[in-house]
T-cell receptor
Framework: GESVGLHLPTLSVQEGDNSIINCAYS??????FIWYKQESGKGPQFIID?????DKRQGQRVTVLLNKTVKHLSLQIAATQPGDSAVYFC?????????????FGAGTRLAVHP | DSGVTQTPKHLITATGQRVTLRCSPR?????VYWYQQSLDQGLQFLIQ???????AKGNILERFSAQQFPDLHSELNLSSLELGDSALYFC???????????????FGEGSWLTVV
């Protein structure tokens, strides 16, 4: 299958460099955020999440930063590899307590060049 | 492999027809979510079920309906299909409902629907 979202912003990086993908979210009441990676023809794959009571969370080669003041989320990928090439989506949990209604951003395409 | 299974993977049908997409959640997950991904709309939340009951509704058209069965699998029914319904339809599942960092939502590989 083909990727969707042909008009996505694209971030081009060299292999080995660090990548920073940014996301602005819409709901100041959102309390949980997730980054997903979507490769061509596949479903979104969970990368890392963060709750609103934190401003930073680290995983393996990835770090998520949350700035609630300006409603901004970023994903940092260290030592970017060709396998990191994909579309990255941020998602916010937007809904009433007890509901899990993820609202996705438009996505950013990451292109890693050797 | 996320553990979420969707069938069929690809489907081509004519306008006006009706199709059913099927989803088996990850073992033990009680919540099922349906999302639509199209070129111009991105990933849109359609509906969520938890243990057989509807829990949240998003931008789901009246021509679309869903249900979750006692064995926790779910079906998304799309009727009176239009060209604009052509999209990738994703099912996702999680153990529980509600915002929780321990309640990760995992996605299936999607069902490609083409309406001609």
């Amino acid at each position: 299958g083909e990727s969707v979202g042909l008009h996505l912003p694209t971030l081009s990086v060299q292999e080995g460099d660090n990548s920073i993908i940014n996301c602005a979210y819409s709901n100041s009441a959102s309390d949980y955020f997730i980054w997903y990676k979507q490769e061509s023809g596949k479903g979104p794959q969970f990368i890392i999440d963060i709750r609103s009571n934190m401003d930073k969370r680290q995983g393996q080669r990835v770090t998520v930063l949350l700035n609630k003041t300006v409603k901004h989320l970023s994903l940092q990928i260290a030592a970017t590899q060709p396998g990191d090439s994909a579309v990255y989506f941020c998602a916010e949990n937007s809904g009433f307590s007890g509901y899990n209604k993820l609202i996705f951003g438009a996505g950013t395409r990451l292109a890693v060049h050797p | 492999d996320s553990g979420v299974t969707q069938t069929p993977k690809h489907l081509i049908t004519a306008t006006g027809q009706r199709v059913t997409l099927r989803c088996s959640p990850r073992s033990g997950d009680l919540s099922v979510y349906w999302y639509q991904q199209s070129l111009d709309q991105g990933l849109q939340f359609l509906i969520q079920y938890y243990n057989g009951e509807e829990r949240a509704k998003g931008n789901i058209l009246e021509r679309f309906s869903a249900q979750q069965f006692p064995d926790l699998h779910s079906e998304l029914n799309l009727s009176s299909l239009e060209l604009g319904d052509s999209a990738l339809y994703f099912c996702a599942s999680s153990p529980r409902t509600g915002p929780d960092s321990g309640n990760t939502i995992y996605f299936g590989e999607g069902s490609w629907l083409t309406v001609v």
